[in-house]
């Protein structure tokens, strides 16, 4: 009988696989670790995050929570790993990396009809006329990347993120720091103040300070939603204190009042030993960063459990490539989800797969495939992958500009965001019944 071959098992390769399996599809999935290791990828186990622990926000009035909300609809393997693992932080849905991935395992480990197969893929020749989905990730192997180039008959498939650094909690120095989430929403960050003199000295270290090389594609660019900290810096005196630094909503208990900036620390796992820093990533050299964020008073003798890094994204001109359904047009019998497709984040490379996922079964079982509107979040993200040919094709983060608008106005933004947020769960839920998902 023939099987679906899903290539990695990240976040997109494991709700993929999961959602044929759920539907009675046999599957083949191909992970390569842990023999092989992508450089940002340390753990054995399946689903790993490899930056931060956050899903981002998990209010609907939020483009990112609506779509995990979406997920949730559609029973996504890995929004019920997220839900049950999950940590304190405040309005967003943050988890403990460890136990999400172990669950993930070890649902699609015992899991009766997903093959597990511990091999680098490396090129297609031997899936023959089986269904192959590439879920891959931004780092896939060299090898299969070649591979891609080949059968897609791109030149190029590669540019540049970076990753924030993660600290341990003993070593935040809390006479300095202070617990508390924005706008008195609860104490689950932890807030690190600078005066305005302490600001200026740790401003002036950051934008003069040594960064790593770009050894590959140095001309390639920088995606925007994650832009080293030392990028934003550069782009002026102030950018800091209206991004990552920015003091709004928060009061130092020692003062009673809003601090000149603040660097916050977000829990990595569910007991609070680790830390990482909030919007802090960066291509600094590594004794760069020791000194550099040592200018922060609370993190003076920060120990560093990873540093940030700067990591390859491999990506798709997916409008030119794939139609609707993710099929690659010249071989529909292949398919890409996840990052490599150019949406970019965990929720996003997760929504990839699940739909691909979707997909991929009613193909195989012979029924009709749904069509996701842009009244969704996930149907609008489908869409701007496969849709209309852009000249420069970014990766792009789920957002309500991209979503199809109310059609009414309305001014205050959080009430229309609602209203985008209702509708398009409603309309979910409709094309959920209708084909019987
Ligand atoms: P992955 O989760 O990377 O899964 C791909 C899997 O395929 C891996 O397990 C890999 O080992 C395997 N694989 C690769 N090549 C082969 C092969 N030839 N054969 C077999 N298996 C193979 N997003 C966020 O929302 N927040 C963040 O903080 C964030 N930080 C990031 C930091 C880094 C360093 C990187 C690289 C990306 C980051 N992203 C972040 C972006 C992105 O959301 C994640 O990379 C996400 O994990 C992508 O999901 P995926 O399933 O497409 O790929």
Redesign the pocket.
């Known amino acids: 009988k023939k099987k679906v071959n899903v290539?990695?098992?990240?976040?997109?390769?494991c709700e993929c696989a999961y959602q044929l399996a759920k539907r009675g599809v046999p599957v083949r999935l191909?992970?390569?670790?842990p023999g092989k290791?992508?450089p940002?990828?340390v753990s054995d186990l399946?689903?790993?995050?490899?930056?931060?622990n956050?899903?981002?926000s998990d209010r609907i009035c939020n483009a990112a929570g609506l779509l995990k909300e979406e997920m949730r609809l559609l029973e996504s393997l890995i929004m019920q790993a997220a839900d049950a693992t999950s940590v304190a932080a405040g309005g967003a849905l943050a988890v403990d990396r460890e136990k999400f991935s172990a669950y993930i395992t070890q649902a699609i480990r015992e899991h009766g009809l997903i093959e597990l197969l511990s091999?680098?893929?490396?090129d297609f020749s031997k899936f023959k006329e089986e269904m192959v989905i590439v879920?891959?990730?931004?780092?896939?192997?060299q090898?299969?990347s070649e591979a891609i180039k080949e059968l897609t008959g791109q030149e190029r498939l590669h540019f540049f993120?970076a990753?924030?650094p993660i600290v341990s909690a003993s070593s935040i120095d809390m006479d300095s720091a202070f617990f508390a989430s924005r706008y008195g929403r609860g104490s689950d960050y932890i807030n690190c103040p600078m005066t305005r003199e302490e600001y200026e000295e740790f401003y002036q270290a950051l934008v003069t300070a040594d960064c790593a090389e770009l050894r590959e594609f140095e001309h390639d660019g920088v995606f925007e939603g994650?832009m080293p900290v030392e990028t934003m810096a550069s782009r002026g005196h102030d950018t800091l204190l209206f991004g990552p630094l920015k003091p709004k909503g928060l009061t130092d208990p020692k003062t009673g009042r809003e601090p000149f900036a603040v660097v916050q620390l977000r829990r990595e796992n569910d007991v609070g030993s680790m830390y990482n820093i909030v919007g802090f990533q960066t291509h600094l050299k590594f004794p760069e960063q020791r000194r550099v964020f040592g200018l922060i008073p609370a993190l003076k003798d920060a120990e560093y459990l990873r540093f940030g890094?700067m990591?390859r994204?491999t990506f798709l001109n997916s409008p030119r490539l794939l139609d609707r359904y993710y099929r690659l047009e010249k071989n529909p019998l292949i398919r890409f989800v996840?990052?490599?497709t150019g949406v970019?984040?965990?929720?996003?490379?997760t929504s990839s797969?699940l739909l691909g996922g979707i997909f991929a079964a009613c193909e195989y079982l012979g029924k009709p495939l749904p069509d996701f509107d842009d009244e969704t979040a996930s149907g609008a993200l489908c869409r701007y992958i496969s849709g209309a040919v852009t000249g420069n094709f970014q990766p792009m983060n789920i957002n309500f500009g991209i979503m199809r608008p109310l059609g009414q106005r309305i001014r205050n933004k959080e009430e229309k965001k609602t209203r985008i947020a209702e509708r398009a769960l409603e309309k979910l839920k409709t094309t959920i019944h209708h084909f019987g998902l």
């Open positions: 290539i990695g098992a990240g976040l997109a390769g191909y992970e390569m670790k290791k992508s940002a990828h399946f689903a790993e995050l490899v930056c931060s956050s899903l981002r091999e680098e893929v490396t879920a891959s990730g931004p780092l896939t192997s090898a299969l993120d990753a924030a994650c890094i990591h994204n996840g990052q490599i970019e984040g965990y929720v996003e490379s797969g």
